[in-house]
């Protein structure tokens, strides 16, 4: 299995030299990651009517056609019903205030949170090339859900003395546990297979992802760097 990208592997200097320690720029294809719908707003409608506002995203589509899943009832398990999604989304606002540990331990300012990092990596399997027996929509899918369990197991790094088994076997646990609060269904079951895809790095969209995820806390390092440089900068002047 693939080792995550974190950012305790990187010493963060304030001479604007950052020097990465567990990996290196060789070891990520930059064949893949080279980045050269017009979408309008809906009104997001939690099934209240069972006459939807036309064209509008309806999370519980057994009352209407006009959703993206099934048109049948709840029964044959291809949806979550209006409640679980709230519940789940909810259980899914920790993702939004957890700060990536890392960079707490770096003493770093307003650092980014969990969704910050899921975001970004989720924008670049959006904006990248075309490649040959990629499916990039999986892509997008897995980079929303890969850091998901961390929800309820908050970011646990090496620093944490946790052992790779046991931190798995804690995620793995957390993510069963979202998908029943998510009331179980396709969608819950997608969600468990895109994420063991990534644990796994099981797909060539799996071993793409991971490598957006090194590159995502990359980019955020330098970017990082460059307030602490230019805080060094201004101080000296």
């Known amino acids: 299995m693939a080792a995550k990208a974190n950012p305790n592997s990187l010493f963060l200097s304030s001479s604007s030299s950052t020097h990465y320690s567990s990996f290196s720029f060789h070891q990520i294809s930059l064949k893949k990651v080279s980045f050269l719908v017009d979408f309008q707003g809906r009104k997001l409608v939690f099934a209240c009517s069972k006459k939807p506002i036309p064209g509008s995203v309806n999370l519980d589509p057994s009352i209407s056609n006009s959703g993206s899943g099934s048109s049948k009832n709840d029964s044959d398990g291809a949806s979550s019903s209006p409640s ?9 606002h920790s993702l939004k205030t957890t700060k990536r540990k890392g960079w707490v331990n770096h003493a770093i300012k307003g650092a980014e949170s969990i ?3 899921m975001y970004r990596m989720s924008l670049m399997a959006l904006i990248v090339g075309d490649l040959p027996g990629v499916n990039r929509e999986r892509c997008i899918k897995m980079a929303i859900v890969h850091d998901i369990a961390e929800a309820i197991v908050g970011d646990i790094t090496p620093s944490d003395g946790v052992p790779k088994a046991e931190k798995s076997r804690l995620e793995q646990a957390a993510l069963t546990e979202m998908c029943e609060v998510l009331g179980g269904g396709m969608r819950a079951e997608e969600i468990k297979e895109l994420w063991q895809e990534y644990e796994n790095n099981a797909s060539l969209e799996a ?11 990359i980019l955020q390092a330098l970017e990082y760097e460059s307030v602490v440089f230019d805080r060094t900068w201004k101080g000296a002047g």
Do not use: P, Q, R
Request: proline letters at 0%.
């Open 84 to 92: 679980n999604a709230i519940d789940f989304l909810t259980l899914c």
């Open 115 to 117: 969704a910050d990092h």
């Open 207 to 217: 071993n793409l992802v991971k490598d957006f995820d090194k590159v995502e806390m």
